[in-house]
């Protein structure tokens, strides 16, 4: 074993944990009829992982991977400031596509392991702080 993550990625790069998380929520997010329309949306100060389309409703997704629970499972790592962080983003993706009066809602994916099997979807999981 060369101590190299060798989880099969795009094209035989090697793929970190957390796109693997966020591929799978996609997937498991587009089976259940939402439109993935963005990912990893970035702007200073803020990321959201996944940007879907429920309907009408406009739905920022965060994808917590977290495999070790002693410092609490992969809910619990979505803090306030985390929160915060996610809203900043949203609102400048609302600013910037012209989809201010669209409904939205934050949403969280959680796994505790890379498999389907173990998503948790927590729908309008928090509120703007």
Known sequence: MNGKDNT???AGTRTRPGEV??????????????????RNFR?????????CRD????VFVEVRLRRNAAYGGAGASITTTKQR????????????????????????????????????WLRDA???P
């Open 126 to 128: 928090f509120q703007a």
């Open 8 to 10: 099969p990625g795009h």
């Open 43 to 51: 702007c200073r100060g803020g990321e959201v992982d996944l940007i």
């Open 21 to 38: 998380a966020e591929d799978l929520a996609a997937r498991f997010l587009e089976a259940r009829g939402l439109s993935i329309l963005q």
């Open 85 to 120: 962080r996610i809203a900043l983003a949203a609102e400048h993706y609302l600013t910037t596509h012209s989809a201010a009066e669209r409904d939205c809602r934050f949403d969280c994916i959680l796994l505790d392991r890379l498999s389907t099997e173990a998503i948790e």
């Open 55 to 58: 309907g009408p409703a406009l």
